[in-house]
């Protein structure tokens, strides 16, 4: 037999269409967030509705989560694995959110109080909206996903200074222009003049896929000066891979960019696979045997 319920239970329980994709949704909003009644005997929880927008109908979710401290003795591996885990996250959420708005990356800095999310942009105008509205909402949901407190989490949006030398902008560029029809060869073309005229040591860009013929295949792009390894290549070049879905399959661009100065520090400029040879010092005159014997 069934046990009888005797106290009020709630369940943090959503269904969704699983044939919708994560790209049909045109617009996510996120309501207030609402303490949970204390009737129901769940401390320290609270609820939001999240609002989708998909093509011409709205769904509508609650979603019910407890607010968590952070636990002061979490060993330093974890810690460091769940910022690794938070960082890929949050960049993979942006990039999908923000891709047709020129995102090229995001800056995460930490204090004890509260952490700042700095999102670089090509149209930092598109992503802050009218009023702010837009740029509000992306921290709302930043705050609500990863249970930040109110003010535990501020963003910003900076405007990227030198679009040819970042990987991700010129991804996000053969994407749009890949889709839109253009042929291959002509749009790489350009992305490499716009790279090597912006500064650029070298790049290089990989196309793989179905590109003309049914088979597939791939192609790469080369210009200047590339190195490939050791940890000057985590120091130094920038890289960035997108996916592009056509009607024949699946495309793989990926661009690397050899860039003149460090990733780490861009006031350092030096290279450790460069020798600079400087110009011989002024010839001094020598005493030699014969002069010293006499």
Not at 56 to 76: A, F, T, V, W
């Amino acid at each position: 037999k069934k046990k009888k319920r005797t106290k009020k239970e709630i369940y943090n329980r959503v269904e969704v269409d699983t044939n919708m994709e994560f790209e049909d949704i045109k617009e996510l909003m996120v309501s207030e967030k609402t303490k949970l009644p204390e009737e129901l005997n769940k401390k320290d929880f609270y609820y939001v509705n999240v609002i989708l927008v998909i093509k011409n109908k709205l769904i509508l979710m609650p979603y019910i989560y407890k607010k968590q401290k952070m636990n002061p003795n979490l060993s330093k591996k974890r810690f460091f694995v769940a910022q690794g885990v938070f960082e890929a996250e949050l960049n993979e959420y942006l990039k999908r959110e923000l891709g047709e708005d020129g995102y090229g990356g995001v800056e995460i800095r930490s204090t004890p109080k509260e952490k700042t999310i700095i999102i670089r942009a090509e149209n930092p105008t598109n992503i802050l909206g009218q009023n702010a509205s837009r740029i509000q909402e992306i921290s709302k949901v930043i705050q609500t996903r990863f249970k930040f407190s109110d003010d535990g989490v501020k963003v910003y949006v900076d405007k990227i200074n030198a679009k040819g030398l970042s990987a991700i902008s010129q991804a996000e560029t053969l994407k749009n222009r890949l889709m839109a029809g253009e042929a291959v060869r002509r749009v790489v073309n350009g992305c490499l003049r716009t790279i090597m005229e912006s500064g650029a040591k070298g790049c290089e860009i990989v196309i793989s896929g179905k590109l003309r013929a049914q088979r597939a295949k791939a192609m790469k792009f080369r210009e200047g000066y590339m190195i490939r390894t050791g940890y000057p290549t985590v120091q130094h070049v920038d890289k960035a891979i997108r996916h592009v879905k056509l009607r024949q399959g699946v495309l793989g661009v990926k661009v690397m960019i050899m860039l003149p100065y460090s990733l780490e520090n861009p006031n350092v400029r030096v290279e450790p696979d460069r020798i600079s040879v400087h110009p011989p010092k002024e010839d001094l005159s020598v005493p030699t045997m014969a002069s010293t014997s006499k």
